[in-house]
């Protein structure tokens, strides 16, 4: 591991096994270009979803995409921020290890990554944006009948929860989350198309307590597997819309 990542491992990263540098992955990783495959998402979607009894199929595809965008965001956010470093983590250049589950459990890079060129926000996170989250949501999507919408807002989730967390990092410096947040709060891109990324979560006061409640924009729609139910940051409308749904049925 080249010092330039290694320091990123601790507070609160230190859950999160460091990323691999190598120009010659094990053949047992996974080229991340395969996760664009129709037939490959369709066999880890079946094997991913055999802890779920092979519930939903766009249920299994957003709970897997939770834990690969979490990994993403979290390394990605982490030498962009920290570092102002961009990582190779377009699917071209990343290789992927995983459990038996088909879960991504770890990211091998090609390299450090390198210094960032710019500083606004939409360019000095186009790799992760354009070289990975866009095609893969567009895959995740086609693969399996669910909105892109939902895919976004998984990563956006990860995004805005690294970005904050990030703000303790004891290498961090005094307003680190400034060009994640920014990002967050365009409704659109540098050249115009829409931001997929724009305010993926909200944080509500309840009448009762002073604590914000962290409150995601868009539901991940785990509740179509029965024995999940929602998520703890499940938009207050998508639970009230999806028990009356039952309720009807």
Known sequence: M???????????????????????PEADTLPARNLLDPAYLDALFT??????????RRAVASLWS???FSALAAHG???????????????DDLHLEQSPEGQTTGLILRNAGRPLTTRAPSFRFATLLDGHLTPLVDALAS??????????????????YFAGALADHPMASSG????ARALMESRTLTD???????????????????QPARVRRLCCIRYLIDELGYCANCPLGCRRTASAAKAAG
Request: proline share 13%; net charge positive.
């Open 176 to 179: 680190v989350a400034k060009p």
């Open 47 to 56: 094997r991913f979803g055999a802890r779920y009894g092979h519930g939903d």
């Open 77 to 91: 956010l982490a030498a962009n921020l920290l570092l102002e470093r961009d990582l190779p983590l377009g699917l």
């Open 192 to 210: 115009g198309r829409r931001n997929p990324l724009y305010r993926p979560v909200r944080y509500v006061t309840p009448t009762k307590s002073d």
């Open 66 to 68: 939770k834990w690969h």
């Open 143 to 160: 693969a399996t009948g669910a909105s892109p919408r939902v895919f976004w807002s998984n990563a956006g989730n990860y995004f805005e």
């Open 2 to 24: 080249p010092h330039t990542l290694s320091p990123l491992y601790i507070g609160p990263l230190r859950s999160f096994p460091p990323p691999r540098v190598s120009m010659a």
